[in-house]
């Protein structure tokens, strides 16, 4: 069955460096997502993407934070000069169309130290 | 700005017990909603999407109604076992934008043998 992949599943970061967070949509998909997760607390919606570019982002998404399709398959998101506070579970997220049921990756743990 | 509920936050119960989980949320102009199951330190696995249209909908033990009027959701489970002893969400989607889900905090189950 077709599922969406997160790589690492743990990283480890210094304050003030930046990272990429990785994911594989499922193929025929055309909506992608990231959503975090801070440790008890709710999962919180940061960016859709479609056709390339961002389609609705929310306010926790600022210039801290970009996404991209590099290719055909990958779906990255870089949060630069990462903060105490962007430590979290960050999941990716497709769709096959807008509105259809999300499918969720196992999420990377962004811990930032 | 649409707010999730979900009651109770924990819930623990004995082994073949029917049980419901509640989640109740503020906008009832919607299009969807879904309800996720996740593991401690794991992703988002989808059980159940009800659009707005239907009333209910079932996979196995799962069943899921929906009552958009007055902004509410059960999701119903049949004859509990100590593997759906996991936390379980729900998110619903408005009608608005490209498909941001909302999530609920969540309800901790333990179903013990």
């Known amino acids: 069955e077709p599922e969406v992949t997160q790589t690492p599943s743990h990283q480890v970061t210094q304050m003030g460096q930046e990272v990429i967070l990785r994911c594989v949509p499922i193929s025929n998909h055309l909506y992608f997502y990231w959503y975090r997760q801070i440790l008890g607390q709710k999962v919180e919606f940061l960016v859709s993407?479609?056709?390339?570019?961002?389609?609705?982002k929310s306010e926790i998404f600022d210039d801290q934070f970009s996404v991209e399709r590099p290719d055909g398959s990958n779906f990255t998101l870089k949060i630069r000069s990462t903060k105490l506070e962007d430590s979290a579970m960050y999941f990716c997220?497709?769709?096959?169309?807008?509105?259809?049921?999300?499918?969720f990756g196992p999420g990377t743990r962004l811990t930032v130290l | 700005k649409q707010e999730v509920t979900q009651i109770p936050a924990a819930l623990s119960v004995p082994e073949g017990e029917n049980l419901v989980l509640n989640c109740s949320f503020t906008d009832s102009a919607i299009y969807n909603l879904q309800w996720f199951r996740q593991d401690p330190g794991k992703g988002l696995t989808s059980l159940l999407l009800i659009q707005s249209s239907q009333r209910e909908q079932t996979s196995g033990r799962l069943n899921a109604s929906l009552d958009k009027s007055s902004g509410r959701s059960t999701l119903y489970i049949a004859a509990s076992q100590p593997g759906d002893s996991a936390t379980y969400l729900c998110a619903v989607r408005g009608n608005s934008g490209y498909s941001t889900l909302t999530f609920g905090k969540g309800t901790m189950l333990l179903v013990s043998p």
């Open positions: 997220a497709s769709s096959e169309l807008a509105y259809n049921e999300q499918f």
């Open positions: 993407f479609y056709n390339n570019e961002i389609s609705e």
